[in-house]
């Protein structure tokens, strides 16, 4: 019985893992409109979007500063469960280069604008997922008990996400 509650576990984990690299695949390359630019200042985007006045635009613009940051927390909690070597600087660096082989593939098919904003914001958020990750290991001190905390939170997490995303 014991092996057939793992192989449960598993199937859930995964499938949830699966379902948000589909999710994530989704948002970071549905074709809205062909177009093509690059912003490679630092923070220029981000201070642009936050000192808005016009209501409509900043309420795009903390959407899209928000979105980047949620979209790539799962990412960072994914890497430290199911890579061996969770050195810090090892998984934000994979966290960077996904994001930006991200921006870069962007720019290539004409799938909207490659911003060093979003690779900054989307470290970000990984950040925070590696850090959520690490709590809960400091809350539960068993890398299983963890394992099962994020069986429960992840779907829980992606189904709010996935109602919320879909309106948009």
Known sequence: MKKNHRVLHNFLLYSVFIF?????????????????SVNMIPFRTIVSYLSGDDIVLSSFALSNVLGNIV?????????????????????V?????????????QYIFKIGASDIDDVILN??????????????????????KVRYAIEII????GVVCFFYVIPL
């Open 20 to 36: 948000y690299i589909i999710i994530f695949l989704a948002l970071l390359f549905m074709n809205r409109r062909s177009f093509r």
């Open 71 to 91: 979209l790539f927390i799962p990412l960072g909690v994914y890497l430290n469960l199911f890579n061996r070597d969770k050195r810090l600087y090892r998984n």
């Open 93 to 105: 660096l994979w966290i960077a280069l996904i994001s930006l082989a991200a921006e870069v593939i």
């Open 123 to 144: 470290i970000l958020g990984g950040f925070l997922g590696i850090a959520a990750y690490r709590t809960l290991l400091l809350v539960f001190k068993d890398v299983n």
């Open 154 to 157: 992840a779907p829980i997490t």
